[in-house]
């Protein structure tokens, strides 16, 4: 569903970040994307949302070009969860995670009974249902990170990217917001690809690693990946080689 053909990506012309990235992420799989700080997990993530174009190479999202698509056709492709909240006082879970039915609701943004159900399913998926009439701005931080894994789900994309959505969270909430995010793509046959610096939730509920290390990055499943050397540097915190 995620292809990179020779893609190479930088966060400015003096700053190569990843280089001749030829891989394939199928659909229905979870991906964590890992390595150190400044690597290029980020870049590369926004590379594949269409916001930054790529030094060289072509990326398609199951036949898509993100950066030949018209707006329209990349919202109905793939949903991204950034980093930070996303508090608007007295918007309840309920209206943010509808938001993400707007590539769907035409020009006046108006819901109807087949949104409002999407919308309940979408709650419902992530265990917020308790919640929808809650206020965005009082829900801690797992709480919020779910309701906007839930706005990603309404938007009803095959791809969903996610930029550290365990960053702030404590123990159990890291090892929870994986967990949900497997469940999504093996239950909904959703292609999922996540930055994370939390390695062992990963290892436990990715279906492969990809590892960016030295301007190049492989893809292994964890217990391949756990066998690298690069892997090995990385949790030791020496220099990486792939």
Do not use: W
Request: aromatic share 4%; net charge neutral.
């Amino acid at each position: 569903m995620i292809q990179f053909h020779d893609i190479s990506v930088a966060n400015n012309p003096q700053n190569i970040l990843i280089t001749g990235l030829t891989q394939s992420l199928a659909q229905g799989t979870l991906t964590a994307l890992i390595g150190r700080n400044g690597c290029g997990k980020s870049t590369l993530l926004r590379v594949l949302a269409g916001l930054q174009r790529p030094i060289s190479g072509k990326i398609s999202l199951g036949g898509l070009n993100p950066h030949k698509c018209g707006s329209a056709d990349l919202a109905h492709t793939v949903a991204v969860v950034t980093t930070g909240r996303t508090d608007v006082r007295r918007l309840t879970c309920m209206e943010m995670v509808g938001i993400g039915r707007s590539p769907h609701t035409g020009l006046f943004g108006r819901l109807n009974q087949l949104d409002h159900e999407i919308v309940e399913q979408a709650i419902k998926a992530v265990g917020m249902q308790d919640f929808r009439d809650r206020e965005v701005v009082t829900l801690s931080d797992g709480e919020a990170r779910r309701i906007m894994i839930a706005r990603a789900l309404a938007q009803d994309t095959p791809i969903i990217l996610l930029d550290e959505p365990t960053s702030f969270l404590d123990v159990p909430g890291r090892y929870d917001i994986c967990e949900l995010l497997a469940t999504l793509a093996h239950e909904r046959n959703k292609t999922i690809l996540y930055s994370t610096h939390e390695l062992e939730p990963a290892m436990q509920y990715a279906n492969q690693i990809m590892l960016i290390s030295g301007r190049e990055a492989v893809t292994l499943p964890p217990e391949e990946m756990r066998l690298t050397a690069a892997f090995r540097d990385l949790t030791s915190g020496r220099t990486l080689a792939l």
